[in-house]
């Protein structure tokens, strides 16, 4: 059982495109993330989501927008795609951001390529 | 601002011996940490978590460490196996309206059979 799963896995566009990225969990788990691991490798958090709060990390360009279907999916949508989009973007949830012993669990990501 | 370091971008281990990676920090708000392992192409899995009221939380073969005074923890494995062969992330959490993780650059480490 899979329990953070994204698609698709690799995803490979024209710049100017507009794409989506979606993920699942079944955890049971009440918030959900984006993050985006850089050329350096660095994980930085993009977006936090819950069904009654979204945090955007101010450095996200308005361009990336997350969307909740229901609180086991958030998609990510990103318009007029960039050459320096290109990354691996990782979901994840947890089950309750507010908590001091919250954990996160990762989905395997999705490498998105920009030509 | 790199708040969250781990200065090691490889290590090299025999297997059965000591594996240690280390991690620093400069937030002094964090206070809760967590070691995560990335397998190439796979998501970060999570493998052992320890809070700022513990010094030391242990889990099998692994052992986290937490010096709060030094700003540093460390992240122990005893013994090494082929299968720990892995990036690892040191991750770390700060008290506040809603807690998001800020991750280490990763250390890669082999461990050598």
């Known amino acids: 059982d899979t329990a953070v799963s994204q698609t698709p896995k690799y995803l490979v566009t024209q710049m100017g495109n507009d794409k989506s990225i979606k993920c699942e969990q079944n955890?049971?788990?009440?918030?959900m993330y984006w993050y985006k691991q850089d050329s350096k490798k660095f994980l930085k958090i993009m977006f936090s989501?819950?069904?009654?709060?979204?945090?955007i990390n101010e450095t996200v360009p308005n361009r990336f927008s997350p969307k909740s279907p229901d609180k086991a999916h958030l998609n990510l949508h990103i318009n007029s795609l960039e050459l320096g989009d290109s990354a691996v973007y990782f979901c994840?949830?947890?089950?309750?951001?507010?908590?001091?012993?919250?954990?996160?669990?990762f989905g395997p990501g999705t490498r998105l390529t920009v030509l | 601002d790199q708040q969250v370091k781990q200065n090691s971008p490889s290590l090299s281990v025999q297997e059965g011996r000591i594996s240690i990676l280390n991690c620093d920090y400069t937030?002094?708000?964090?206070?809760?940490f967590l070691w995560y392992k990335k397998y190439p192409a796979e998501g970060p899995t999570f493998l052992i978590s320890?809070?700022?009221?513990?010094d030391k939380n242990e889990d099998g073969r692994f052992t986290v460490f937490l010096n709060k005074s030094a700003k540093h923890l460390s992240l122990h494995i005893v013994p090494s196996q082929p299968g720990d062969s892995a990036v690892y992330f040191c991750?770390?959490?700060?008290?506040?309206?809603?807690?998001?993780?800020?991750f280490g650059s990763g250390t890669q480490l082999t461990v050598l059979p």
């Open positions: 994840a949830s947890s089950q309750d951001r507010y908590s001091s012993t919250d954990t996160q669990y």
């Open positions: 955890l049971g788990h009440d918030t």
């Open positions: 989501y819950n069904n009654k709060e979204l945090i």
């Open positions: 937030n002094s708000m964090f206070d809760y």
């Open positions: 320890i809070s700022s009221i513990k």
């Open positions: 991750a770390a959490s700060n008290t506040g309206s809603a807690r998001q993780l800020t």
